[in-house]
């Protein structure tokens, strides 16, 4: 077994020029503080412009959706009025002409208006060249209006006459309850309507608008009449609006443009009112503050840089000659060395006192590492590291030594039945009744899972043999809490014992072990050199 593979390999130290590191963290320490508050201040703007026109679109949007709620509203209440008037005139052709016309020119609510009775047949239309009195219609609102037999407000939909159409209407019924028909007014959504009048007037030269889509994510407003009808996909606005909710968030619109959305539901028909504006849009005021502030500040970072350069030539050289110490602060020298350098200025004076304390620090640190490195951190016996230093001291030395194997029979059935927790006591139990039989020159190692060693310098094979087998027993006779009773099988063999290499001695303990093992366990097997032939 080549335990020297474990040595650690010796890293070559870099060399740096203090003084362009010096220059160089100074000049970070002057820029990054500034891009650091620069890019703060435009983060907590761009937020704060971003969240203030999310809200003020989605107040809008209410205030729109509250309007459009109150028009349709007040649609409905003419309507209602005018099936109040026309009810008992429903036989008065010139009558029911004039009250449609008095609805359409009255209020411009309406596109159209006409009067229908129960079959559907319209009695009397405006404007008169719609040319329809006297047929019987059967459009997606007519039928809908006429088997609610009240008031109804249609999705959108397209006419028989090619109109994309919303349909508003009351239904008319006689003193005596019998229904007699409907009043009804159509909003053409492709035309001039009343939501251009409501809605069209708040358009800006920015690329901020208004549009409203129904409940299926179908355009029935936009400023653009050709958009008028599409339904929209993948809109985060839209999809909302389908479910029922109001709100606000970003938006990427169907040109790729990411706009700031506000949206609201108008209840009655479950409609949604969409105020965006173009983030750009936004935006644009606070990139122009920004790159005024960055314009203004060129000046000073100039002269500021300049003045760092001068800086860090005037701080170079006792800093030069602390760095210089700090290459070597692993060296006991070292520490004459740093007081030695003449710190004429206070930072390089503290400086110079911090590094005395970190070089002190620093050995017992290093102290330590060594420690670690050595050290199995669940027992607290060496390693395989230590194992290798010590063994190549002995064999430079040329001091004789014993070796131990040792193994725990079993462990596997401890870990399996007990868990790893228990396998761990078991491990540390057996490393402190090593360390208890050891002198203070013997090296007790754990070199694997349960695999330990222990080596006795200038100990005769027998006297090994000894100690092994009282191991043993000790172990044998310890009784552990939750595991009970544990053994162990130990190989024992000697360097030098007829081989000239210190390899030979841990392969004869280790097939010892095995040997101990493959008769039964809980045993010593000694090696025995095999003698000369006479």
Known sequence: MDFTRWLPR?????????????????????????????????????????????????????????????????????????????????????????????????????????????????????????????????????????????????????????????????????????????????????????????????????????????????????????????????????????????????????????????????????WGIVAQRPQEATLAPLHALMRTVLYKTLPVAVLTLLAICWSARRIARPLQLLANGARTMDKPSTDQTIRAVKSWYFESHELKKAMLIGIGLLQKNISKLREDVNTDPLTGLGNRRYLNAEVAGFQAQETPFAVIAIDIDHFKRVNDSHGHDAGDAVLRQLAAQMREISRADDIACRVGGEEFLLLLPKVPLHRAAQVAERLRREIEANELPVVGRITISLGVSCWPGGEASTRSVFKQADAMLYQAKRNGRNRVAVYEAPRAQD
């Open 10 to 270: 010796r890293l070559s130290p870099q060399k740096v020029n203090l003084r362009r590191l010096i220059l160089a963290l100074t000049i970070c320490s002057a820029f990054i503080p500034f891009a650091n508050t620069f890019y703060a201040s435009y983060t907590v703007q761009r937020q704060q412009l971003i969240d203030t026109t999310l809200e003020a679109n989605h107040a809008y949007a209410t205030k729109l959706a509250s309007s459009t709620e109150d028009f349709l509203q007040s649609a409905l209440q003419q309507l209602d009025y005018a099936a109040q008037v026309i009810a008992t005139h429903m036989d008065d052709a010139p009558r029911l002409q004039e009250e449609t016309a008095r609805l359409q020119l009255q209020s411009r609510s309406f596109n159209s208006v006409g009067i229908f009775d129960a079959g559907g047949v319209v009695l009397a239309t405006s404007p008169a060249t719609l040319k329809i009195t006297g047929r019987k219609v059967d459009s997606e609102g007519v039928r809908k209006s006429l088997a609610a037999r009240g008031p109804v407000i249609s999705d959108p939909y397209l006419s028989a006459a090619g109109n994309f159409i919303v349909f508003i209407s009351q239904p008319i019924f006689a003193r005596d309850g019998r229904y007699l028909g409907m009043v009804a007014g159509s909003i053409y959504l492709k035309q001039e309507n009343i939501l251009d009048q409501l809605l069209g007037t708040h358009f800006y030269e920015d690329g901020s608008y208004i549009y409203v889509v129904d409940r299926g994510k179908r355009i029935i407003y936009h400023p653009d009449n050709q958009r008028v009808g599409n339904v929209l996909a993948r809109n985060a606005a839209a999809d909302e609006i389908a479910a029922g909710h109001g709100g606000k968030s970003l938006v990427t619109n169907s040109q790729g443009v990411e706009t700031l959305a506000g949206f609201a539901v108008v209840p009655s028909t479950g």
